[in-house]
């Protein structure tokens, strides 16, 4: 049988909750906002197929740019192999959860 290459390959454990957040996510985390400057982790939420960033990105933090449409606009520092590069993503806020002061 041939090899699923998709976006979400390798991604069992990655992106599957816990037995408590099994299901549907709050509403409160869809309708969350954030501020240009804001600093944020992205954490994928596996429920919400949409605005999902690549799987490569989670558990990363970036700072809030700006809006487009429902989502933020999120910049990265992409340290993969070596690479410095910094990326702007396009992410829902469900995937996202406001950083501590």
């Given amino acids: 049988m041939a090899r699923s290459h998709g976006e979400r390959k390798n991604t069992r454990k990655k992106l599957s909750k816990s037995k408590r957040e099994r299901g549907l996510s709050p509403i409160n985390r869809a309708i969350q906002s954030f501020k240009p400057g804001d600093r944020v982790h992205i954490k994928i939420d596996p429920s919400v ?6 799987q490569r990105f989670h558990g990363m933090t ?4 700006g809006e487009r449409g429902r989502a933020f606009i999120v910049r990265v520092s992409d340290g993969i192999r070596g690479r410095k590069k910094t990326k702007e993503l396009f992410i829902r806020p469900e995937h996202l959860r406001l950083q501590s002061p």
Avoid: L, T
Avoid at 49 to 54: E, L
Avoid at 62 to 65: A, C, I, K, L, T
């Fill in 49 to 54: 197929h949409k605005g999902m960033p690549h």
């Fill in 62 to 65: 970036g700072e809030v740019v």
